[in-house]
C-alpha cells in the first residue's frame, strides 16, 4: 500500500496522505478574486503565486477572471498578505471569506457510486489559540504525513516531540473540527475529472442555509459553503464546485441541480477553471 500510494504521488495522482484542516479552525482563510485583462493575467497570476500565502490560483470564465485562495496563521497576517497581493498585482482584490460551511471535503468519489463519500458531520467548536508546539505540528502536518509504516513517530521526532503526544493533539483537533479528515488529498485533473466549475448563486439569506444543505447532499456537488456578497461588483452568496469528466457532463449536472430544487428563476452565474496556475495544500503555519 505505503509502495502504491508514492507510485500515485510520483505520477502527479495525488498531491498528498494526510490531514486536511478546516477553515478558520487554525488560522484564517480567504477566498479572493481580480477582474485582469486578459493579455495581463499570465503576468499577474505569476505576481499572486510568488505569495506563499496563495494555495491555490485557476484563470475562471467571468469578469473577475483570477480566483484564488489565501491563508495565513492569524486574521492580522492574512489582512496584511492581502494588502500586499493587491499592491503587488495593481488590481484591486475581492475577498470573499468562508461565512457557513455545507460541504467542505478535498475527498473525491472515484467508483461511479451514488452514495456520496464523506465522514459523517462532526459538531464543530472554536479552537483556542495554539501554542508553539503545536504550531509546530501543523506545519509538518500540513506536507502530509510520511509514508512510512509509523508516520507519527517520524512526526513527532522531527517537531521534538513523543508519538503519544502527536497522536494526542491530532486526536484533540479531529473531536474539535480543526481537521476535517486524514486521508488522500486527489489531484481531480489527473485523475481525468478535466472539468470544473464554480457554480454561484443569489440565494434570499433567510433560504440560503436550506439551500445549501439540500445542494451539500448531491453527488455531484464537491463543496458547497455561504459567502458574502460585495455590491454591487459580486451579488452572489452560495458558491458550489462540481466536478467531471467534461464540460458537457458539468454543464448538464448543473441544469439537473437547479432544475430539481427549484433554482431556475434564482440570479446565479458559472465560472468554469480554464487554466491551474497553482495547486498546493493550504499553510496555516
Request: with cysteine; net charge neutral; glycine share 8%.
Amino acid at each position: 500500500m505505503l509502495g502504491r500510494l508514492e507510485n500515485l504521488r510520483r505520477e502527479g495522482k495525488i498531491s498528498r496522505v494526510g490531514a486536511v484542516f478546516a477553515p478558520k479552525r487554525i488560522g484564517a482563510s480567504t477566498l479572493a478574486a481580480m477582474a485582469v485583462p486578459p493579455e495581463k493575467l499570465e503576468a499577474v497570476a505569476a505576481v499572486v503565486n510568488r505569495f506563499p500565502e496563495v494555495n491555490h490560483n485557476y484563470e475562471r470564465e467571468h469578469r473577475y477572471n483570477l480566483w484564488f485562495v489565501v491563508t495565513a496563521a492569524s486574521e492580522g497576517r492574512l489582512q496584511a498578505s492581502l494588502g500586499a497581493i493587491e499592491k503587488a498585482a495593481g488590481y484591486p482584490l475581492l475577498a470573499l471569506p468562508l461565512e457557513e460551511e455545507f460541504h467542505i471535503d478535498l475527498g473525491f468519489c472515484l467508483n461511479g457510486d451514488k452514495q456520496k463519500c464523506v465522514a459523517s458531520a462532526q459538531p464543530v467548536h472554536p479552537v483556542a489559540l495554539i501554542d508553539e508546539a503545536e504550531r509546530r505540528l501543523v506545519s509538518v502536518l500540513q506536507e502530509g504525513l510520511p509514508l512510512f509504516i509509523r508516520p507519527f513517530a517520524l512526526i513527532a521526532e522531527r517537531i521534538g516531540a513523543s508519538e503519544p503526544e502527536v497522536l494526542g493533539r491530532i486526536r484533540r483537533w479531529l473531536e474539535e473540527g480543526a481537521i476535517k479528515r486524514f486521508g488522500v488529498v486527489v489531484r481531480h485533473h489527473e485523475l481525468g475529472f478535466r472539468a470544473n466549475a464554480m457554480l454561484v448563486h443569489d440565494i434570499p439569506d433567510e433560504q440560503v442555509g436550506d439551500i445549501g444543505r439540500a445542494l451539500a447532499e448531491e453527488q455531484a456537488v464537491t463543496l458547497c459553503y455561504r459567502r458574502p456578497r460585495r455590491l454591487p461588483d459580486w451579488p452572489y452568496n452560495l458558491f458550489c464546485m462540481i466536478h467531471g469528466r467534461e464540460r458537457g457532463e458539468v454543464e448538464t449536472l448543473i441544469a439537473d441541480l437547479r432544475q430539481r430544487h427549484g433554482l431556475e428563476t434564482a440570479a446565479h452565474e458559472v465560472l468554469f477553471s480554464l487554466t491551474r496556475f497553482k495547486q498546493n495544500g493550504a499553510r496555516y503555519a
